[in-house]
């Protein structure tokens, strides 16, 4: 046996005996919800074999958790944070559910909880079988611990954890990961309304009582929207504790709050106009290829970070004619612009930023030469000058954010410096940039398609007119009047 499948095997047994132990604590506390008059030493017994028989279905999810993990768009995720963030919302929701079944109703269980917090920090589809895992957990541990005479009081039980997962997927599936506020609480709503009618539905059942069936409904209802209420409430808390960037979080990071952007926009204006432009470009990409534009965004306006360092040596940036170039010999002038990209990456990573936006700023120039300076120095020196010393450090872009910021910042800067004539030399000049990048291997490790660079393409192409529209010159208009 290879020691890489013996390390795998203790990390396994490992993570299976802390969740043996987390099991154990859930049933412990969930029986002390909802048994008036519990006592550990007296119900061992039952805590061993409702404990082995929620570990089961614990366990189910942790082969399900792995096999997942190893799906492409989890892979920003580490294996550990993955099963921290699913196990603590289930463990949550199912103390939430015991807790409220026992105190309020078992139809206003909220389990919807679980499906959203792991809808939205981790997959919809993680999301829906950590709510069946919970469900189900509920639907052992209660039972099992109410005092129960006859076999129609788990009745009520069973359909109110039955409907609480169905709230639960509904609800994600009406969210999915483009969520917003509104979204959330009008989605709980909407979800809420609907179940409703279904819960009064299940209650006939087993009851005709008008008054049971009505207290059902209304019931479902506040489930749903107490599972919306924890959320927000705890969302914040799981973003920072697990150093997760859920939309919201990166939505933080693109206003003047944030810090670094306001240096960029005081101390480097012309870039921070840059940015803020190669961002619009970007966020319109990452839509026509189905990645996260809000990702796509942030990497878009801090990935010449990196400049604040030397603001003046970045032609966006001089003001009154005076270029620092002009007293340099062009290999001082090539490692003073190249070194913004591995000076934005430190500071970046200094202050915690996603993964992806770290290598936005590393990677976005790959390791493709700064043409203005090499071809300088060729055209006053006689014989071969060496490409790799008027070359950025790279690495070419490793993510599908990086290869987009790469091809927006040159169509970006190009048409600045020179506004496309016609739609023609527009699509020309895009098809050449995203050309020459592909020939000189710099989109070689990022992930892109051929499909994703023809959209990309057309979106650009789509993009740029719109953004160089021209105004109505209002003084010109005024004396022909
Ligand atoms: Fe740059
Ligand atoms: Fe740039």
Partial sequence: MSQEKKQAIIRNAAILCVLFVVTAVTVIFGMMLTLRHFNVFAEYGKIIALTIAVFVLFAVFYVYLNYSSNSRSLESMSNLKLISVAYTAIVIGILLSCATGAYLSWYALPLAFVSLIVGILIRVRVGIMATVIAGMSVMIISPATEQIQDASAVMPIVLGCFIGMLSGFVMAFLIRKRYSRFKLTWGALIVSLAMMPFSALMTILYTF???????????????????????????????????????????????????????????????????????NLAES??????????????CGYFHDIGKIKNPQFFIENQKDGYNPHDELIPEVS??????HTTAGYEMLREVHMPEEICKAALEHHGDSPV??????????????????????????????????????????????????????????????????????????????????LKLIKQTICRAIPASMHKRIDYDKAKERR
């Fill in 209 to 279: 009582d008008a008054t049971t069936v009505l207290y059902n409904a209304i019931f479902t209802a506040m489930g749903n929207m107490l599972a919306v209420a924890v959320i927000t409430a705890s969302l914040p808390l799981y973003e920072r504790i697990f150093n997760v960037w859920t939309d919201f979080r990166l939505q933080e990071l693109i206003t003047l709050r944030q810090p670094l952007l306001r240096k960029l926009n005081e101390e480097a204006p012309g870039t921070f106009s840059h940015s803020m432009a190669v961002a």
């Fill in 371 to 452: 043409s203005y300076f090499y071809m300088k120095v060729k055209s006053i020196t006689e014989g071969d000058v060496d490409n790799k010393e008027f070359c950025y450090e790279g690495p070419c872009p490793t993510t599908k954010y990086s290869a987009i910021i790469m091809i927006c910042d040159i169509c970006e800067a190009m048409f600045r410096a020179k506004p496309p004539e016609d739609i023609q030399s527009l699509e020309k000049a895009v098809d050449g940039v995203i050309k020459s990048r592909l020939t000189e291997g710099q989109l070689d490790d990022c992930g892109l398609t051929m499909h994703d």
């Fill in 334 to 339: 090539v490692s003073m612009i190249t070194r």
């Fill in 285 to 298: 990409c990452a839509v026509a290829i189905g990645i996260n534009p809000y990702m796509a965004r942030v």
